[in-house]
Protein backbone atom coordinates (compact mmCIF):
# COMPACT_ATOMS: atom_id res chain seq x y z
CA UNK A 1 0.00 0.00 0.00
CA UNK A 2 1.40 3.15 -1.10
CA UNK A 3 2.15 5.81 2.21
CA UNK A 4 0.17 8.37 0.95
CA UNK A 5 -2.35 7.86 -2.30
CA UNK A 6 -4.49 10.33 -4.48
CA UNK A 7 -6.26 10.14 -7.36
CA UNK A 8 -3.88 10.88 -10.17
CA UNK A 9 -7.03 12.70 -12.35
CA UNK A 10 -6.42 14.49 -14.25
CA UNK A 11 -9.48 17.18 -13.07
CA UNK A 12 -10.85 18.79 -16.00
CA UNK A 13 -12.87 22.07 -14.87
CA UNK A 14 -14.58 25.42 -16.30
CA UNK A 15 -12.64 28.34 -15.20
CA UNK A 16 -14.76 29.76 -11.84
CA UNK A 17 -15.75 25.94 -11.18
CA UNK A 18 -15.19 24.24 -7.02
CA UNK A 19 -12.70 21.36 -7.14
CA UNK A 20 -12.15 19.09 -4.36
CA UNK A 21 -8.38 16.98 -3.89
CA UNK A 22 -8.79 14.44 -1.19
CA UNK A 23 -5.81 12.15 0.15
CA UNK A 24 -5.57 9.17 2.21
CA UNK A 25 -2.09 8.55 4.12
CA UNK A 26 -1.04 5.19 5.68
CA UNK A 27 1.23 6.71 8.59
CA UNK A 28 -1.13 7.07 11.88
CA UNK A 29 2.31 8.63 13.04
CA UNK A 30 2.20 11.36 10.77
CA UNK A 31 2.49 15.01 12.59
CA UNK A 32 2.62 17.33 9.78
CA UNK A 33 0.84 17.51 6.33
CA UNK A 34 1.00 19.83 3.67
CA UNK A 35 -0.37 20.72 0.06
CA UNK A 36 2.37 21.31 -2.50
CA UNK A 37 1.72 22.78 -5.85
CA UNK A 38 3.87 21.39 -8.61
CA UNK A 39 4.25 23.14 -12.27
CA UNK A 40 4.88 21.30 -15.64
CA UNK A 41 8.40 20.58 -15.25
CA UNK A 42 9.04 22.79 -12.52
CA UNK A 43 10.06 22.19 -8.48
CA UNK A 44 6.96 21.70 -6.30
CA UNK A 45 6.57 24.21 -4.42
CA UNK A 46 4.23 24.65 -1.19
CA UNK A 47 0.84 25.89 -1.18
CA UNK A 48 -0.16 25.74 2.00
CA UNK A 49 -0.13 23.31 5.40
CA UNK A 50 -2.63 21.64 6.95
CA UNK A 51 -3.71 22.37 10.28
CA UNK A 52 -6.07 19.54 12.32
CA UNK A 53 -8.51 22.81 12.64
CA UNK A 54 -8.92 23.28 8.82
CA UNK A 55 -7.25 26.31 7.39
CA UNK A 56 -8.50 28.51 4.53
CA UNK A 57 -5.39 30.47 2.52
CA UNK A 58 -7.78 32.71 -0.07
CA UNK A 59 -9.65 30.56 -2.27
CA UNK A 60 -7.99 26.85 -0.70
CA UNK A 61 -9.18 25.29 2.15
CA UNK A 62 -7.57 22.55 3.39
CA UNK A 63 -9.18 19.82 5.73
CA UNK A 64 -7.71 17.09 8.03
CA UNK A 65 -9.38 13.95 9.33
CA UNK A 66 -7.63 12.09 11.37
CA UNK A 67 -9.33 9.49 12.31
CA UNK A 68 -9.82 8.34 9.14
CA UNK A 69 -6.34 9.44 7.65
CA UNK A 70 -7.86 11.49 5.46
CA UNK A 71 -6.72 14.85 3.97
CA UNK A 72 -8.28 17.42 1.48
CA UNK A 73 -8.04 20.53 -0.45
CA UNK A 74 -10.74 22.69 -1.82
CA UNK A 75 -10.44 25.55 -4.46
CA UNK A 76 -13.19 27.75 -5.05
CA UNK A 77 -13.51 29.90 -8.44
CA UNK A 78 -10.82 28.28 -10.43
CA UNK A 79 -8.71 30.35 -12.67
CA UNK A 80 -6.46 28.87 -15.36
CA UNK A 81 -3.43 29.62 -13.44
CA UNK A 82 -4.10 27.02 -10.88
CA UNK A 83 -3.56 24.58 -13.28
CA UNK A 84 -1.08 22.43 -12.16
CA UNK A 85 0.06 18.96 -10.23
CA UNK A 86 -1.07 19.28 -6.66
CA UNK A 87 1.01 17.03 -4.38
CA UNK A 88 -0.06 15.44 -0.54
CA UNK A 89 2.65 15.64 1.73
CA UNK A 90 2.96 13.58 5.02
CA UNK A 91 5.80 13.29 7.46
CA UNK A 92 7.24 9.55 8.05
CA UNK A 93 7.22 9.84 11.83
CA UNK A 94 10.93 10.45 11.29
CA UNK A 95 11.02 14.53 10.21
CA UNK A 96 11.34 13.47 6.67
CA UNK A 97 8.77 13.83 3.86
CA UNK A 98 6.48 11.48 2.04
CA UNK A 99 4.82 12.91 -1.29
CA UNK A 100 1.78 11.23 -2.98
CA UNK A 101 1.89 11.13 -6.73
CA UNK A 102 -0.03 14.13 -7.14
CA UNK A 103 -3.50 15.12 -8.78
CA UNK A 104 -3.53 16.93 -12.32
CA UNK A 105 -5.77 19.81 -12.62
CA UNK A 106 -6.58 21.25 -16.08
CA UNK A 107 -8.51 24.47 -15.70
CA UNK A 108 -9.85 25.61 -19.23
CA UNK A 109 -11.54 28.81 -20.17
CA UNK B 1 13.53 32.81 -6.64
CA UNK B 2 16.84 32.37 -5.84
CA UNK B 3 16.56 30.39 -2.46
CA UNK B 4 17.92 27.04 -3.66
CA UNK B 5 19.50 26.90 -6.32
CA UNK B 6 21.03 23.71 -8.76
CA UNK B 7 23.94 22.95 -11.29
CA UNK B 8 23.39 21.66 -14.25
CA UNK B 9 19.63 22.57 -15.01
CA UNK B 10 20.21 19.07 -17.75
CA UNK B 11 22.48 16.89 -17.73
CA UNK B 12 23.40 13.37 -20.34
CA UNK B 13 25.82 11.20 -19.37
CA UNK B 14 27.27 7.94 -20.26
CA UNK B 15 27.23 4.81 -17.70
CA UNK B 16 30.73 4.95 -17.10
CA UNK B 17 31.06 8.81 -16.60
CA UNK B 18 31.29 10.19 -13.54
CA UNK B 19 29.38 13.32 -12.94
CA UNK B 20 28.36 15.68 -10.06
CA UNK B 21 25.30 18.03 -8.99
CA UNK B 22 25.24 20.74 -7.39
CA UNK B 23 23.23 22.34 -4.88
CA UNK B 24 23.40 25.76 -2.70
CA UNK B 25 20.53 27.09 -0.22
CA UNK B 26 20.71 31.05 0.46
CA UNK B 27 18.02 30.65 3.12
CA UNK B 28 19.98 29.89 5.99
CA UNK B 29 18.56 26.47 6.53
CA UNK B 30 20.12 23.66 8.45
CA UNK B 31 18.71 20.64 6.72
CA UNK B 32 19.31 19.84 2.67
CA UNK B 33 17.98 16.91 1.21
CA UNK B 34 18.46 14.93 -2.54
CA UNK B 35 15.21 13.58 -4.04
CA UNK B 36 14.13 11.86 -7.22
CA UNK B 37 11.43 12.45 -9.05
CA UNK B 38 10.66 9.39 -11.75
CA UNK B 39 7.88 10.00 -14.30
CA UNK B 40 4.51 9.13 -13.32
CA UNK B 41 5.84 8.50 -9.73
CA UNK B 42 5.88 10.35 -6.26
CA UNK B 43 8.71 12.27 -5.26
CA UNK B 44 11.56 9.50 -3.91
CA UNK B 45 13.48 10.92 -0.66
CA UNK B 46 17.38 10.02 -1.52
CA UNK B 47 19.40 11.48 1.55
CA UNK B 48 19.35 14.01 4.60
CA UNK B 49 21.85 15.87 6.02
CA UNK B 50 20.96 18.17 9.46
CA UNK B 51 23.91 20.47 10.09
CA UNK B 52 26.27 18.69 7.09
CA UNK B 53 25.50 15.31 9.10
CA UNK B 54 23.59 12.26 7.27
CA UNK B 55 20.62 11.17 8.93
CA UNK B 56 19.07 9.39 6.61
CA UNK B 57 20.19 7.28 3.40
CA UNK B 58 16.76 5.95 2.04
CA UNK B 59 18.19 2.51 0.74
CA UNK B 60 19.97 4.46 -2.53
CA UNK B 61 22.70 2.67 -4.25
CA UNK B 62 26.03 3.44 -3.63
CA UNK B 63 26.56 4.55 -7.75
CA UNK B 64 24.83 8.00 -5.87
CA UNK B 65 27.45 9.18 -3.48
CA UNK B 66 26.28 12.47 -1.24
CA UNK B 67 28.29 15.14 0.03
CA UNK B 68 27.28 17.88 2.60
CA UNK B 69 30.83 20.06 2.99
CA UNK B 70 28.64 22.65 4.71
CA UNK B 71 24.77 23.55 5.79
CA UNK B 72 25.07 25.70 2.50
CA UNK B 73 26.14 23.50 -0.16
CA UNK B 74 25.49 19.71 -1.37
CA UNK B 75 26.45 17.59 -3.81
CA UNK B 76 25.38 14.61 -5.44
CA UNK B 77 28.01 12.42 -7.07
CA UNK B 78 26.96 10.13 -9.39
CA UNK B 79 29.31 7.17 -11.19
CA UNK B 80 28.15 4.28 -13.43
CA UNK B 81 24.54 4.95 -13.41
CA UNK B 82 22.07 3.27 -15.12
CA UNK B 83 19.46 3.95 -18.13
CA UNK B 84 17.05 4.11 -14.99
CA UNK B 85 18.31 6.16 -13.19
CA UNK B 86 17.65 9.11 -15.68
CA UNK B 87 15.02 11.47 -13.78
CA UNK B 88 14.24 15.01 -12.13
CA UNK B 89 17.06 15.26 -8.94
CA UNK B 90 15.42 18.22 -6.71
CA UNK B 91 17.42 19.62 -3.63
CA UNK B 92 15.56 20.78 -0.80
CA UNK B 93 16.25 22.90 2.04
CA UNK B 94 14.41 23.50 5.24
CA UNK B 95 14.88 25.26 8.65
CA UNK B 96 15.15 22.12 10.78
CA UNK B 97 16.03 20.05 12.47
CA UNK B 98 13.08 20.50 15.09
CA UNK B 99 10.62 18.21 16.56
CA UNK B 100 8.29 17.90 13.55
CA UNK B 101 8.76 18.48 10.07
CA UNK B 102 9.11 21.62 8.29
CA UNK B 103 8.12 23.67 5.56
CA UNK B 104 10.87 22.73 2.42
CA UNK B 105 11.96 24.49 0.04
CA UNK B 106 12.71 23.52 -3.75
CA UNK B 107 15.58 23.47 -5.92
CA UNK B 108 14.88 24.15 -10.10
CA UNK B 109 15.84 20.22 -10.19
CA UNK B 110 18.84 18.54 -12.67
CA UNK B 111 17.31 16.54 -15.44
CA UNK B 112 19.17 13.72 -15.61
CA UNK B 113 19.48 11.75 -18.69
CA UNK B 114 21.54 8.39 -19.07
CA UNK B 115 22.28 6.56 -22.09
Known amino acids: RKEVEQDPGPFNVPEGATVAFNCTYS??????FFWYRQDCRKEPKLLMSVYSSGNEDGRFTAQLNRASQYISLLIRDSKLSDSATYLC??????????FGSGTRLQVQP | ETGVTQTPRHLVMGMTNKKSLKCEQH?????MYWYKQSAKKPLELMFVYNFKEQTENNSVPSRFSPECPNSSHLFLHLHTLQPEDSALYLC??????????????FGPGTRLTVL
Open chain 2, 92 to 105: ASSQGPSGTPDTQY
Open chain 1, 27 to 32: NSASQS
Open chain 1, 89 to 98: VTDTGRRALT
Open chain 2, 27 to 31: LGHNA
